[in-house]
């Protein structure tokens, strides 16, 4: 089971502002870790969006933005475009367990 | 540029073992870690392991602690992932993805290993 909360699914038109949160816990983001955000298409190995929060590696258009505020984090994607249409996924380390990296429950994103 | 190539899939019969293969290349492998995440089918991301790949130390999450062992070869700069009592809920694609340092982002992944567990 995961600590990490998102919403099933996500829809926008093409053009839209969509978010999607993650919620954690006193464990995780509100000790202090980061949250990294990572998109995965259809078929397909997940890809680093977002890290540290906010930071959009080489190549990841700047349409997507991260943020982190104690015990929460969202993910905003603007300019909403149909290859946008993945499921995205949170992540953080988590003080709690006996491992050290946790995952989100995943969003699905739909392009409508 | 840094690429992360699996071994292909598996299918093993109940109680038996597998070992998947993440061989690396485009980076000094032993200055980063592996970290190994699996995804059954339709389901979301399960953190599995992680290995330094320079002083050999793991951590595995508790699911399957007692039954994963993670080993790399230096000298083919390849992370492997053995996990042995294969159950049908261990069906899934793993992943093995380049880590940094503690608590740092994944990157990049490999392509992912099938593996189906079935009698």
């Known amino acids: 089971q995961s600590v990490l909360t998102q919403p099933p699914s996500v829809s926008g038109a093409p053009g839209q502002r969509v978010t999607i949160s993650c919620t954690g816990s006193?464990?995780?983001?509100?000790?202090?870790?980061?949250v990294h955000w990572y998109q995965q298409l259809p078929g397909t190995a997940p890809k680093l969006l977002i890290s540290?929060?906010?930071n959009r590696p080489s190549g990841v258009p700047d349409r997507f933005s991260g943020f982190k505020s104690g015990t929460s984090a969202s993910l905003a994607i603007t300019g909403l475009q149909a290859d946008d249409e993945a499921d995205y996924y949170c992540q953080s380390y988590d003080s709690r367990l006996s491992g050290f990296y946790v995952f989100g429950t995943g969003t699905k994103v739909t392009v409508l | 540029q840094v690429q992360l190539v699996q071994s292909g899939t598996e299918v093993k019969k109940p109680g038996a073992s597998v070992k998947v293969s993440c061989m690396t290349s485009?980076?000094?492998?032993?200055?980063?870690?592996i970290s190994w995440v699996r995804q059954a089918p339709g389901q979301g991301l399960e953190w599995v392991g992680w290995?330094?790949?320079?002083?050999?130390?793991?951590n595995y999450a508790q699911k399957v602690q007692g039954r994963v062992t993670m080993t790399t070869d230096t000298s083919t700069s390849t992370a492997y992932m053995e996990l042995r009592s294969l159950r049908s809920d261990d069906t899934a694609i793993y992943y093995c993805?380049?880590?940094?340092?503690?608590?740092?982002?994944?990157?990049?992944w490999g392509q992912g290993t099938l593996v189906t567990v079935s009698s």
């Open positions: 540290g929060n906010k």
């Open positions: 290995i330094n790949a320079y002083n050999g130390n793991t």
């Open positions: 485009g980076y000094t492998f032993s200055s980063y870690g």
């Open positions: 006193s464990f995780n983001f509100g000790a202090g870790y980061d």
């Open positions: 993805a380049r880590v940094p340092g503690a608590m740092i982002a994944f990157d990049p």
